[in-house]
């Protein structure tokens, strides 16, 4: 019966003896050898799914198997003797298969226990329409061995109902309706080596419940509506039990009492509780525990001695957990660990020696793959990326790191363009013409963001993990964030004035309320404030809003992560889904609305049609305008919807998103506002020719001046040689 565990034990110090291979090697840190190759590869290529060694090593033993928990898999999956062919059984119902001893009664539609042989050592019921199992309902089954009763409807179980089991030792109860288990339940299984309760409605645990336990292997109540462990001791009761698994309970604390005598526990799994406090001497008494998963709780902060005493741990899991702070000390007695995993934690306080003492370590999982460069000694870190950046650039795609330099130069340019030659030609509309300047001002914006982007990539290329922690938490990371923010709001209130404009002058051309230069001028002056203001709210309170902008390599959040604070979360789908959703939805309003007005007015008088005439062409420029900003802004709703319902986005969409979608309006406006009006192009020509033909009046007034003075300076010659003949012949 002990059999299985003493095995397993034996695996575990076969394999922890063969561990330290590549610590032992000649490469350098942070790079592992390639087998038996003398050649060294860098942690980002080893378990990456692309073999980069000849022999292929660099993606062998990628596998995580550490832990008691696959090699239990081998012991503890039934493995049954070959059995006849023959039913050994005299009598079971005909409905059911019958092998040797084993009997199968699965997908039945049975109400009750069936009568079967006593000599039965097999006995499965699962998915079946079970309410209840009644006194003694086993009682003669003297020689059963496995018990399967999951998937039924079993609400509740007689105090005696599995008496005279005593050769039982695996008992499956899961996914029933269970609320209550009476005491001293299982005090004839002594042999009982696996019990499984999960996903039924328990909801507290007697300490007599597990009387008579004493070679329990794993207890796993899986699922349940747990809310206390017992006062006593569990393992007082059952203190041979080497696995305990309380998956998805409500378990609110652990402290010392919780595994006094638990002296032989080896695997306990606790995630998915609600476990808020856990004492600094909580596994103090599992001095042989291997394998600890805590995972998905509502721990804030671990204690700093909190795993001092369990040496021997080789698998621990503390992901998705809200903890903000985390020990440098903290993993420091951890040196068997093999597999550690931390994701789902912004670890702020990070640095090198939190990992350095665990040096048998080869699996580490981290929320950001950026936190790898703090672990170099381990050969498989996850994630390999963020879908954005790779260890080696921070933009990880060839084409976004080619593409983020054309964009930037197409929005610079084009809007700096636009700008200077609006700026020389007189336009009919100058208040029009001052709110395109300063549209294309913030367009101008996104593209100094882009070159930033792209500068930093080339700076960071090849060695980017090195920097990348230090760079998501720069100034300069925050402040090209804010330019980003700040152009893209800015462009979006200005659009949406812009529209407001020509649909008051369009459906209501009698009006005459449009703005004048001073209305005009305080309009632009505040939304460039608002603007502002929305950029610079996440930089005021870091312990409110967290990195808002350094949440990623590009330094733009585009939706509401996970594990963000609320208020930063409350910001993004303010601005993202609120602000920015309404604000197109006007946009799109306004030029319905006037398409509509102007096919009302088609039938109208001519003089009608020439007053809106100019303005109409307008609309339909603004037209081109909005479908822009559909195909720019719905991608970036749909990621904040798919954000509010918890779908996991990955990175890759994010980085496509702001390199080549987010950018669209601001590369796009000077085409739509300027280089395709027929009024600008007329006046362009206009230009051109003008210092054209001027260019060509200087040349022609210079040519004349030179041939002028060469015919003064030729015959002044003439005249002086003259005189000077004259002169020697006067002589």
Not at 185 to 210: A, C, G, M, V
Not at 323 to 333: G, T
Not at 544 to 561: E, I, K, M, S, W
Not at 605 to 627: G, Q
Request: glycine share 4%; charged share 20%.
């Amino acid at each position: 019966m002990i059999l299985p565990y003493l095995l397993v034990l034996g695996k575990l110090n076969e394999v922890m003896t063969t561990i330290p291979i590549a610590q032992n090697s000649h490469c350098p840190v942070g790079f592992f050898p390639c087998g038996n190759i003398s050649l060294c590869l860098p942690q980002s290529l080893h378990c990456n799914k692309v073999q980069d060694c000849e022999n292929g090593a660099d993606e062998e033993d990628c596998d995580d198997n550490s832990g008691l928990a696959n090699m239990f898999e081998t012991f503890f999956t039934p493995t049954h003797i070959e059995l006849s062919e023959d039913c050994l059984l005299q009598h079971f119902p005909q409905k059911c298969d019958c092998r040797g001893t084993e009997m199968e009664c699965d997908y039945k539609n049975l109400n009750n226990v069936p009568q079967v042989s006593g000599n039965v050592t097999m006995l499965s019921l699962k998915s079946n329409k079970i309410k209840s199992l009644p006194a003694d309902a086993f009682l003669t089954y003297c020689d059963l061995q496995e018990l399967y009763l999951q998937d039924n409807q079993i609400q509740s179980i007689s105090k005696t109902a599995f008496c005279g089991l005593y050769n039982l030792r695996r008992l499956y109860i899961s996914h029933n309706h269970i609320t209550s288990l009476k005491p001293r339940l299982f005090q004839d299984l002594h042999n009982l080596e696996i019990l499984f309760l999960d996903d039924n409605l328990i909801s507290r645990i007697s300490p007599r419940l597990f009387i008579g336990l004493k070679s329990l292997c794993i207890l796993s109540m899986v699922n349940n509506l747990l809310e206390n462990l017992p006062k006593r001791p569990i393992c007082a009761e059952i203190p041979e039990v080497y696995w305990m698994d309380f998956d998805s309970n409500r378990i609110k604390s652990l402290n010392y009492s919780t595994f006094v005598k638990c002296d032989k526990l080896a695997v306990l799994y606790i995630q998915r509780n609600e476990i808020t406090t856990i004492s600094e001497k909580a596994f103090a008494p599992l001095h042989s525990l291997i394998e600890l998963e805590l995972s998905s709780n509502k721990i804030q902060e671990l204690p700093k001695h909190l795993f001092k005493n369990i040496k021997l741990l080789i698998k621990l899991n503390i992901s998705d957990n809200p903890i903000n702070f985390v020990h440098p000390e903290q993993f420091e007695n951890l040196q068997q660990l093999q597999s550690l995993g931390i994701e789902g934690i912004e670890i702020a306080n990070i640095e090198s020696r939190m990992f350095n003492p665990m040096t048998n370590l080869e699996h580490i999982y981290f929320h950001k793959f950026q936190y790898c460069a703090y672990s170099p000694h381990v050969r498989s870190c996850k994630p390999n990326t963020d879908g954005i950046s790779s260890f080696e650039d921070l933009l990880a795609n060839i084409i976004l790191r080619v593409f983020v330099w054309i964009i930037a130069c197409l929005t610079c340019f084009g809007n700096l363009f636009v700008i200077f030659m609006r700026s020389l030609i007189r336009a009919e509309n100058k208040l029009h013409a001052m709110s395109i300047k300063i549209l294309c001002c913030a367009d101008c914006l996104m593209g100094v963001y882009l070159f930033f982007v792209g500068i930093f990539d080339v700076k960071y290329r090849g060695e980017y993990n090195k920097h990348a922690h230090r760079w998501m938490e720069s100034v300069q990371c925050r402040m090209i964030g804010f330019l980003a923010m700040l152009s893209t709001e800015v462009s979006v209130l200005l659009l949406t004035y812009l529209s407001l404009e020509k649909y008051v002058v369009i459906v209501f051309p009698f009006s005459n309320i449009k703005p004048g230069k001073q209305q005009t001028l305080i309009i632009l002056t505040t939304i460039w404030l608002i603007g502002f203001i929305i950029a610079i709210i996440p930089l005021w309170n870091e312990d409110t809003f967290g990195n808002y902008y350094g949440r990623n390599g590009v330094c733009f959040p585009l939706y509401a992560d996970q594990i963000e604070t609320d208020a930063a979360k409350g910001y993004s789908i303010g601005i993202f889904l609120g602000l920015n959703l309404i604000a197109f939805i006007i946009i799109v309003f306004s030029y319905f609305s006037m398409f509509y007005s102007i096919h009302k007015t088609g039938i109208q008088t001519p003089e009608i049609k020439r007053r809106i005439r100019s303005e109409v062409a307008l609309a339909y420029r603004f037209f081109f305008i909005v479908l822009s900003n559909a195909f720019c802004w719905i991608p970036i709703f749909l990621l904040q919807v798919l954000s509010l319902i918890q779908v996991e986005i990955p990175g890759a969409i994010t980085s496509w998103v702001v390199i080549f979608i987010l950018p669209i309006n601001s590369a796009l406006n000077p085409i739509l506002h300027t280089l395709t009006t027929t009024f600008f192009r007329e006046k362009m020509k206009l230009f051109i020719c003008k210092h054209s033909s001027k260019g060509k009046s200087t040349w022609t007034e210079s040519s004349s001046k030179q041939s002028t003075s060469s015919v003064k300076f030729s015959f002044l010659r003439r005249i002086s040689a003259l005189e000077n003949i004259l002169t020697s012949r006067h002589h």
